[in-house]
T-cell receptor, first 112, second 110 residues
Framework: GAGVSQSPSNKVTEKGKDVELRCDPI?????LYWYRQSLGQGLEFLIY????????KSGLPSDRFSAERTGGSVSTLTIQRTQQEDSAVYLC??????????FGEGSRLTVL | GESVGLHLPTLSVQEGDNSIINCAYS??????FIWYKQESGKGPQFIID?????DKRQGQRVTVLLNKTVKHLSLQIAATQPGDSAVYFC?????????FGKGTTLSVSS
């Protein structure tokens, strides 16, 4: 597709389980970002990948959160031992270097 | 038209009015700024951007103004339409990832 694709679009899980969220960025984009948006709130930066550079992980809220980007393309955000406060929409975006970000539709995570 | 001073979480306007949404950014090193529109249940969509070497940029029905002296950004929407109803976010780039401000919910009534 032409846009950023995220899966799953909705995920319901039980507290304590691990979840993986996937992002397929726009082909050719060098940068990939993960943001978190809680209900009615703004976008909270989580992690940023730019080319082959080391990722900027400064926004990850705890060591339960991790992300990887394979082959400079697809990215997976993993949340281990999920907690109820992890419930949010997780948004992925990609860009060509530091230009405008193109966002996916998000993955809505609900932790029961 | 209606203008707001500092950031307000909501703005209600009548169809056809001009809207002004304000944003204060935090990092003096930021050299690139973007406005995004987010409709319910969707990801943010790019509206307009501006670099720090400019103080004004116009698009279709939208204008972004940048005041670096007071670190203030504004989005002006001309002849606001019901389809403009959404949450609007400003974002700054201090050199790494975009940092988003608090959103403003724009409600347009007919």
């Amino acid at each position: 597709g032409a846009g950023v694709s995220q899966s799953p679009s909705n995920k319901v899980t039980e507290k304590g389980k691990d979840v993986e969220l996937r992002c397929d960025p726009i082909s050719g984009h060098t940068a990939l970002y993960w943001y978190r948006q809680s209900l009615g709130q703004g976008l909270e930066f989580l992690i940023y990948f730019q080319g082959n550079s080391a990722p900027d992980k400064s926004g990850l809220p705890s060591d339960r959160f991790s992300a990887e980007r394979t082959g400079g393309s697809v990215s997976t955000l993993t949340i281990q031992r999920t907690q109820q406060e992890d419930s949010a929409v997780y948004l992925c975006a990609s860009s060509f270097y530091t230009r405008e970000l193109f966002f996916g539709e998000g993955s809505r995570l609900t932790v029961l | 038209g209606e203008s707001v001073g500092l950031h307000l979480p909501t703005l209600s306007v009548q169809e056809g009015d001009n809207s002004i949404i304000n944003c204060a950014y935090s990092n003096s090193a930021s050299d690139y700024f973007i406005w995004y529109k987010q409709e319910s249940g969707k990801g943010p969509q790019f509206i307009i951007d501006i670099r720090s070497n400019m103080d004004k940029r116009q698009g279709q029905r939208v204008t972004v103004l940048l005041n670096k002296t007071v670190k203030h950004l504004s989005l002006q929407i001309a002849a606001t339409q019901p389809g403009d109803s959404a949450v609007y976010f400003c974002a700054e780039n201090p050199g790494t990832a975009l940092i988003f401000g608090k959103g403003t919910t724009l409600s347009v009534s007919s």
